[in-house]
């Protein structure tokens, strides 16, 4: 098991625009949140870039890890902690070698303890499983079981992320099965108290404390 308590990874919504950088400040103000991953689609280079960058400096401001979704080149030219890359985007190694050892590269495996394993050995800084609940923010083909958490988290020191539908409400299995991180977008986005509250809710529940 990994000594480290498990933490919070937001995921962006779609529409990063308008009033969302207030939104992702009010979050990160509200409690600990150790990365925040930039996820748009349908945009040009450009406007990616014109949108990430407002959310980097917010992101560096509260110490908090800015990761790219499936943009290896985005990542770079804005200088972005870390990429997320699935199965069907460009390659780990790939990526290493246009990124540098520095940046963090997470996969996602869905609810492949194969791919998992590929991950790693390939120099991956964390892998994804899921979706370990119904979701709404994205299509899922793949639902794997807890216990993917607890062989991960037995077997290696590579930090494994939970994502997939979950909310403060579902989130306490995933934590005793040894998710490092749960990533989350919806249930805090979306949440009718508000983003800042929805933090808290998790703050509360992964016993990390909250800030005043």
Same mark, same amino acid.
Request: net charge negative; glycine share 8%; with cysteine.
């Given at each position: 098991?990994?000594?480290i308590?498990?933490q919070?990874?937001?995921i962006s919504?779609?529409?990063?625009?308008?009033?969302?950088?207030?939104?992702?400040r009010?979050? @990160? =103000?509200? !409690?600990? #949140?150790?990365?925040?991953?930039?996820? #748009?689609k349908?945009?040009?280079?450009?406007?990616?870039?014109?949108? =990430?960058?407002?959310?980097?400096?917010?992101?560096?401001?509260?110490?908090?890890?800015?990761?790219v979704? %499936?943009?290896?080149?985005?990542?770079?030219q804005? !200088?972005?902690?870390?990429?997320? @890359?699935?199965?069907? &985007?460009?390659?780990?190694?790939?990526?290493? +070698?246009?990124?540098g050892?520095?940046v963090?590269?997470?996969?996602?495996?869905? %609810?492949?303890?194969?791919?998992?394993m /590929?991950?790693?050995?390939? !120099?991956?800084?964390?892998?994804?499983?899921? =979706?370990?609940?119904?979701?709404?923010?994205? /299509?899922?083909?793949?639902?794997?079981?807890?216990?993917?958490?607890?062989?991960? $988290? +037995?077997?290696?020191?590579?930090?494994?992320v939970?994502?997939?539908?979950?909310?403060?409400?579902?989130?306490?299995?995933?934590i005793? =099965?040894?998710? %490092?991180?749960l990533?989350? $977008?919806?249930?805090?986005?979306? &949440?009718?108290?508000g983003?800042?509250?929805?933090?808290?809710?998790?703050?509360?529940?992964?016993?990390? !404390?909250e800030?005043?």
């Amino acid at each position: 098991m990994h000594d480290i308590p498990c933490q919070l990874y937001l995921i962006s919504p779609l529409e990063t625009g308008g009033d969302f950088p207030n939104q992702l400040r009010n979050a @990160l =103000a509200a !409690g600990p #949140v150790a990365a925040f991953q930039f996820r #748009v689609k349908d945009v040009n280079p450009e406007q990616a870039a014109e949108l =990430a960058a407002p959310l980097k400096v917010i992101c560096d401001e509260f110490d908090v890890a800015f990761i790219v979704n %499936d943009d290896i080149a985005l990542a770079k030219q804005i !200088g972005a902690d870390g990429v997320h @890359l699935g199965q069907s &985007d460009e390659n780990l190694k790939n990526a290493r +070698a246009e990124l540098g050892l520095d940046v963090q590269i997470g996969i996602t495996c869905h %609810d492949s303890r194969h791919l998992a394993m /590929e991950a790693g050995e390939g !120099g991956a800084n964390y892998v994804a499983f899921g =979706a370990f609940f119904p979701t709404k923010t994205k /299509e899922t083909h793949h639902k794997p079981e807890l216990d993917i958490l607890e062989w991960w $988290s +037995a077997m290696m020191e590579i930090p494994c992320v939970a994502i997939g539908g979950v909310t403060p409400e579902n989130c306490q299995p995933l934590i005793d =099965a040894g998710a %490092d991180f749960l990533a989350v $977008s919806g249930a805090v986005w979306h &949440d009718s108290d508000g983003a800042a509250q929805a933090v808290r809710k998790f703050a509360a529940k992964l016993d990390v !404390g909250e800030k005043s």
